[in-house]
């Protein structure tokens, strides 16, 4: 165990070093949050498939919980209950689209961790950084409880409880919790908890602030103690039916599951849940009582829980549907919380976009209408209102607009067009479009995963670590 | 400088406006009025209100700005909301924002009564521990100090209890001290000068 603890002394120093001009101290954020009985309770896991290159290598780390696909390496780490998953890492001799550039690259990507702390944390996609083709590193950073690093290379940051980085390379900053930051590259930056923010230089420009005081009985993080608040909460609550999942080892399904689409092993799945074609279900997804139409997917760490999903609807990572009926191409952003109840159902109409980290909590029956973009925090038809523009009209903002605590400014045609196109991506990776022969994405080509285990030193100065592991084809 | 006192520039506590610590922000704006008229010989007028708790001790003051700031509608998100430019967002698009923001805020005579009525605590300021003062000071340390703050006014103690608050020192009035010694410094100078 000593040099477990001497690897955390490590890190919190090098990246209080790297967060010396914003002046955060990330010792006691960090401290307590995993205890070392839990660094050394769970085992770590891998899976292999003909699909995807296997190039794993482990040095000098903890890696209790976690899981890895594709090609990653990771040194003087811990990682406690964090999924790498590389199954969307570039490969040798694609080329890489850059503004005017078209770059090739040399070889198959890896995802590359040195000297950093993922706590349930989700690392995936592929680096957006043409600096970076063929690695997507993550140094020195510190990261808690269901953030997600989403095809963004860190050095020297920290980010708070589900906040989430996407095709953003960052340096030196501070992510506030249940913020969102898309903007391709930042440096030094302190996002204050609660900041959705998403940037492309030159062509549009989105903020939206949540209410502190609303936010904070949802999410709420501070020095010395867990992350608290309802969205905790709610996976706390769920999180023995995970605990059966990983203790077993012939887990067998009643589910009738069509042949093209993918329910992975580790994914939790409760009565009357209905499976269509090219549906994708990730692992530590979680569905009850939910029927999730052609093409559907439920990525890591999502929960659908007595709800209707359409088709083609993507429920990105970390999302959770409660009480809902969604329409068809309806995509609910990353760490999003839906949440009607059984008597006042939430309803979404088609095509319409819930962004990132957008809280719907209502008590009253609530209709979103189709073909709609919506943000925030939303109680009741009075914020749906302020918090919601049909995309049409969105797409006609040619300057700036302001409305409730959001601010655009910029092209709106661009942005919406950004989401579209982005949707449709994450659909035809997730082989929403497979049509038998052709357009395979991840429901297909993860549907034959094998599994291995690797456990820790039990016992002595190197209990919790991992040996030296290099595993290859 | 070093000749003079504090005790002998000081507005003695009894001739300051005060009010209790129950008084709403109404009453500690006539309060301050009454003693701005009340001291009209003197130049430089009152610019705020000392509060006091029920044994009489002074816990906060209430500036001319304090009671601007009360009425101002900002709430905990308000500087959350537009410090934006560090985001990339220009001066102009901050500031339609803010003007949303603005009319969203309820009407001035909505705003007027609601703070005219809340208690005065809410909006007073309690003073630092560099806000005090002995009577016996020489005044070049209490210029060192009104700049190290900077400060409006020190609150001047009789010894180095804090709770024995005897009076308040104020800018103005050690201004006045300072530029008048410094006018007499001058003369002298000149006069050598001519004579010379």
């Known amino acids: 165990m000593k040099e477990l603890n001497t690897l955390l002394d490590r890190i919190i120093q090098r990246v209080n070093i790297d967060l010396r001009e914003i002046n955060y101290n990330v010792e006691p954020f960090v401290r307590q949050l995993v205890t070392s009985d839990q660094m050394t309770k769970f085992y770590a896991f891998y899976g292999i498939t003909p699909n995807h290159p296997l190039n794993l290598n482990f040095k000098h780390s903890n890696l209790s919980g976690s899981y890895f696909l594709g090609k990653s390496r990771i040194a003087n780490s811990l990682l406690y209950k964090t999924d790498i998953r590389g199954d969307e890492l570039k490969k040798k001799n694609e080329i890489f689209g850059y503004k005017n550039f078209k770059i090739p690259v040399n070889k198959d990507e890896g995802i590359s961790i040195d000297d950093s702390f993922l706590i349930k944390t989700l690392v995936h996609n592929f680096s957006h950084d043409p600096e970076t083709l063929e690695t997507f590193f993550i140094r020195d950073t510190i990261s808690t409880h269901y953030a997600n690093i989403h095809g963004s290379p860190s050095d020297g940051c920290f980010l708070g409880p589900f906040s989430t980085v996407d095709l953003t390379t960052m340096r030196d900053c501070l992510i506030g919790t249940y913020s969102y930051v898309q903007a391709g590259e930042i ?49 706390e609550d769920r999180k023995e039916a995970f605990q059966r999942v990983f203790e077993r080892v012939d887990m067998e399904t009643t589910l009738s599951v069509p042949s093209n689409a993918s329910l992975d092993r580790y994914a939790v799945v409760k009565p009357k849940t209905r499976i269509g074609e090219n549906v994708l279900v990730a692992q530590r997804a979680y569905l009850q009582n939910s029927s999730l139409g052609k093409g559907a997917n439920a990525q890591e760490n999502c929960y659908i829980i007595n709800s209707t999903l359409q088709g083609n609807n993507v429920t990105a990572h970390g999302a959770k549907i409660i009480e809902a009926d969604l329409g068809k191409n309806v995509f609910v952003g990353f760490n999003s919380f839906l949440r009607g109840r059984p008597n006042y159902r939430l309803t979404i109409g088609q095509d319409t976009i819930i962004m990132p980290h957008t809280i719907i909590d209502n008590r009253k029956p609530l209709s ?25 009209d969105f797409s006609k903002i040619d300057s700036h607009f302001s409305t409730g605590n959001m601010l655009f400014e910029g092209s709106g045609a661009a942005f919406v067009t950004a989401f579209k196109n982005r949707i449709q991506h994450i659909l035809e990776a997730n082989g929403a479009f497979f049509n038998g022969t052709e357009n395979k994405g991840h429901a297909q080509q993860n549907q034959n995963i094998s599994f291995n285990i690797i456990q820790p030193y039990p016992d002595g100065d190197k209990e919790g670590l991992y040996p030296t592991i290099h595993i290859r084809p | 400088m070093k000749k003079y006192i504090v005790r002998d520039f000081m507005v003695p506590i009894s001739e300051y406006a ?116 002995e009577d016996t000071t020489s005044l070049d340390i209490a210029v060192h100090q009104l700049n190290a703050g900077p400060y409006l006014s020190l609150l001047v103690t009789k010894g180095p209890d804090t709770e024995n608050i005897v009076g308040v020192l104020r800018l103005a009035d050690v201004f006045s001290v300072v530029f008048n010694a410094m006018k007499k410094y001058e003369s002298t100078i000149t006069d050598r000068t001519d004579t010379g």
């Open chain 1, 187 to 235: 440096s030094h930056l302190d996002i204050k908890p609660g900041t959705l923010w998403i940037r492309q230089p030159d062509e549009f420009n989105f903020i939206y602030r949540y209410p502190l005081d609303q936010l904070n009985e949802y999410i709420y993080f501070t020095a010395g103690r867990l992350p608290q608040g309802i969205l905790m909460d709610f996976t």
């Open chain 1, 368 to 392: 979103v209408p189709p073909n709609h973009l919506v943000w925030g925090m939303v109680k009741d038809e009075k914020d749906l209102a302020r918090n919601s523009l049909p995309l049409n």
């Open chain 2, 18 to 133: 005060t009010v209790a610590e129950s008084a709403t922000l109404y009453e500690s704006v006539l309060a301050l009025e009454k003693a701005q008229e009340d001291y009209a010989k003197n130049r430089y007028s009152h610019r705020a209100v000392l509060v006091m708790n029920a044994d009489k001790r002074v816990i906060g003051k209430l500036s001319q700005l304090d009671f601007l700031c009360a009425l101002e509608q900002k709430d905990n998100n308000y500087d959350r909301a537009f410090n934006l430019s560090h985001l990339g967002f220009s001066s102009k698009a901050i500031a339609s924002h803010k003007e949303q923001h603005r009319k969203r805020t309820p009407p001035i005579n909505e705003i007027y009564e609601k703070a005219t009525m809340s208690s005065i605590t809410k909006f007073m300021q309690p003073h630092s521990h560099e806000e005090y003062i």
